[in-house]
Nanobody
Framework: QVQLVESGGGLVQAGGSLRLSCAFSGRTFKYYSMGWFRQAPGKEREFVAGITKSGDSDYYADSVKGRFTTSRDNAKNTVYLEMKSLKVEDTAVYYC???????????????????????WGQGTQVTVSS
């Protein structure tokens, strides 16, 4: 069973930066494509970013493109979300998610959908103050 544990959330002023981490365990990390989602109070969970199992391609929601970057270290079984120029509207609980992709493709269209993913972390709170 895959376990995902997010960390790195916190309180930051608008314009600031944070780096989230998601530690993966339980299976072979290099076979899993990863996604980041967020959920603000009263809103649905939404796609933020995704990255292929090898890390050769990454995908972003329009709302974060140019400000957020996702990356992975397959030697450390960890995926990251670097967030810069944070805005108040980025305030949410951030979740990482995983889908086994050893023999299947993972593109922007798959990355965007919650149902693509098999495993989810518990989330980490990011609060951006004005």
């Amino acid at each position: 069973q895959v376990q995902l544990v997010e960390s790195g959330g916190g309180l930051v002023q608008a314009g600031g930066s944070l780096r989230l981490s998601c530690a993966f365990s339980g299976r072979t990390f290099k076979y899993y494509s990863m996604g980041w989602f967020r959920q603000a109070p009263g809103k649905e969970r939404e796609f933020v970013a995704g990255i292929t199992k090898s890390g050769d391609s990454d995908y972003y929601a329009d709302s974060v493109k140019g400000r957020f970057t996702t990356s992975r270290d397959n030697a450390k079984n960890t995926v990251y979300l670097e967030m810069k120029s944070l805005k108040v509207e980025d305030t949410a609980v951030y979740y990482c998610a995983a889908v086994e992709s050893r023999y299947s493709y993972f593109d922007y269209y798959k990355a965007r959908y919650l149902r693509t993913y098999e495993f989810w972390g518990q989330g980490t709170q990011v609060t951006v103050s004005s």
